[in-house]
């Protein structure tokens, strides 16, 4: 499975942006992943192939996490962005033979580069 994230960019506080992610391969699981500066990565949300959804606290109501199977694309819709929204953004995949278990604390197999998501107040 490859992902390759795409949309990152620049944004003023309150702002919206959403990015996409290219998927070749199968997986029945994908997650939406951020890492700030000198931190590790945190989970933002999560898909499974039935369009179940599962979203960490510090982004819910804010970020949507959707998918279209037929373009093998995954989305994060980003809304009333904030400067602590800065961070590098990861797509992510699990591995189709882990089968359906899909969850915010779940291992993810493959991953994009990341694409940078700048808020400035």
Known sequence: VQVVESGGGSVQAGGS?????????????????????GQDREV???????GGTA?????KGRFTISSDNAKST???EMENLEPEDTAIYYCA?????RGFFCGL????????QGTQVTVSS
């Open 93 to 97: 995949a699990r591995a189709e033979e």
């Open 105 to 112: 604390r779940y291992v993810f197999d493959f991953w994009g």
């Open 55 to 59: 979203y960490a606290d510090s982004t």
């Open 44 to 50: 933002i949300a999560v898909i499974d192939s039935m």
């Open 17 to 37: 942006l959403r990015l996409s992610c290219g998927v070749s391969g199968l997986s029945k699981c994908m997650g939406w992943f951020r890492r700030f500066p």
């Open 74 to 76: 995954l989305y994060l």
